[in-house]
């Protein structure tokens, strides 16, 4: 029996950290990821993260463990305080970063952990990342499916009404009240191409599976819009823009596809 004992006491601390992601839609214990901010045009400014749940919980068992795109944890924050009623017995708190506190990806994440389960929220964005140490240790991570790219929306949402996660068109740190989401994660443009790829010359070739037309935009590393152009010819003339690297972004149907775009 003895025997039994010790080895039950061997293997329980083993038990007690098999964790379960939650996911997109989830929930550590009520409290869940609800938005973010973590990249702008140019210098990066008002980086967040907000965690929302019901309203009177003690926030100090929870954890956020930031990871980098090798799944090294790169910076961690104990929650402290309890979560706000702002109305129908829900609220949330939002955990301010220096600029590039939150790196700016692909395959960057972070994780929402508590003492009290092994549930644990592991979400990323621009690709997903595995843990290596830190509390979300082994888990693989759960791509938010948007990302702040050019045109860089103000936050990243988790909308309660549809359960999904979109680009919002106003960033509410802090505030459970969330702003309109502008899109959610986006459909790919079949066959799309971009040639040449990087170019010298005035144009670049579009193509996609699709003969529908095609709006094109093309934003500069500031996030300036230079083109904005419907096509119908696959053939989109950038001879006013400067030899650097763009952001073109195209939409067909209700497809999108944003590619980076280097002139030479
Ligand atoms: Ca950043
Ligand atoms: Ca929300
Ligand atoms: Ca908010």
């Known amino acids: 029996?003895?025997?039994?004992?010790?080895?039950?006491?061997?293997?329980?601390?083993?038990i007690l950290i098999a964790?379960?992601?939650?996911?997109?839609?989830?929930?550590?214990?009520?409290?869940?990821i609800n938005e973010f901010h973590y990249?702008?045009?140019g210098s990066d400014t008002g980086e967040f993260i907000e965690v929302a749940g019901p309203a009177g919980t003690d926030l100090s068992v929870?954890?956020?463990?930031?990871y980098n795109q090798s799944g090294i944890d790169y910076d961690t924050v104990t929650l402290t305080g309890t979560i706000d009623d702002e109305g129908s017995g829900v609220g949330s708190i939002h955990i301010s970063f220096p600029s590039n506190g939150i790196?700016?990806?692909?395959?960057?994440?972070?994780?929402l952990s508590s003492s009290g389960t092994t549930d644990i929220q592991f979400l990323s964005y621009e690709g997903t990342t595995t843990a290596s140490g830190g509390a979300a240790n082994g888990l693989t991570s759960v791509d938010v499916g948007v990302e702040q790219s050019a045109p860089y929306s103000p936050s990243i949402e988790?909308?309660?009404?549809?359960?999904?996660?979109?680009?919002?068109?106003?960033?509410?740190?802090?505030?459970?009240?969330?702003?309109?989401?502008?899109?959610?994660k986006e459909n790919q443009i079949d066959g799309f191409d971009l040639?040449?790829?990087?170019?010298?010359?005035?144009?670049?070739?579009?193509?996609?599976?699709?003969?529908?037309?095609m709006k094109v935009s093309v934003y500069d590393i500031l996030g300036k819009q230079v083109i904005e152009r419907s096509i119908t010819n696959n053939r989109l003339n950038i001879s006013n823009l400067n030899?650097?690297?763009?952001?073109?972004?195209?939409?067909?149907?209700?497809?999108?596809?944003?590619?980076?775009?280097?002139?030479n």
Do not use: H
């Open 103 to 111: 790196q700016n990806g692909g395959n960057d994440g972070f994780a």
């Open 243 to 263: 030899t650097g690297v763009y952001i073109l972004r195209a939409q067909q149907d209700n497809a999108f596809t944003t590619r980076k775009l280097v002139i």
């Open 19 to 32: 964790q379960t992601n939650v996911g997109l839609t989830g929930t550590v214990d009520g409290v869940y």
């Open 195 to 213: 040639y040449p790829n990087p170019t010298s010359e005035a144009f670049v070739n579009i193509s996609s599976d699709s003969r529908a037309p």
């Open 1 to 14: 029996m003895k025997k039994l004992y010790t080895l039950f006491l061997l293997i329980c601390p083993f």
């Open 39 to 41: 990249d702008n045009a």
């Open 158 to 184: 988790y909308d309660e009404t549809t359960m999904g996660w979109g680009l919002s068109d106003t960033a509410t740190p802090g505030d459970f009240a969330q702003g309109a989401i502008l899109s959610t």
């Open 62 to 66: 929870y954890t956020i463990t930031l």
